[in-house]
Nanobody, 126 residues
Framework: QVQLIESGGGLVQAGGSLRLSCAASGRTFSSLAMGWFRQAAGKEREFVAVIGNGGARTNYADSVKGRFTISRDNAKNTVYLQMNSLKPEDTAVYYC???????????????????WGQGTQVTVSS
């Protein structure tokens, strides 16, 4: 069983930055593709970013491309989401997710992931 613990959420003004972290345990981290999703109040969970096992390839939702950066440190069993130029519409609970297997990039649908963190709230004020 994989445990995922997110941290780094909070309240920030529009235009500001936050860095989310997700620490994984219970599995060899390099055997997991890692993704970030978010869910705003009253909306479905949506894909934000994904990174392959080796960290060389990434994929982003169009809404965050150029503003968010996903990265991973396999030595620290941690995946990060650097969020810059934040907008009020980025307000949501952000979830870290893990998928067993070896992926060049990784899947983008929530139902394709095996493990989820508890989520961390990000609120962007205008």
């Amino acid at each position: 069983q994989v445990q995922l613990i997110e941290s780094g959420g909070g309240l920030v003004q529009a235009g500001g930055s936050l860095r989310l972290s997700c620490a994984a345990s219970g599995r060899t981290f390099s055997s997991l593709a890692m993704g970030w999703f978010r869910q705003a109040a009253g909306k479905e969970r949506e894909f934000v970013a994904v990174i392959g096992n080796g960290g060389a390839r990434t994929n982003y939702a169009d809404s965050v491309k150029g503003r968010f950066t996903i990265s991973r440190d396999n030595a620290k069993n941690t995946v990060y989401l650097q969020m810059n130029s934040l907008k009020p519409e980025d307000t949501a609970v952000y979830y870290c997710a893990a998928k067993d297997g070896i992926f060049y990039i990784g899947p983008t649908r929530p139902d394709q992931y095996d493990y989820w963190g508890q989520g961390t709230q990000v609120t962007v004020s205008s």
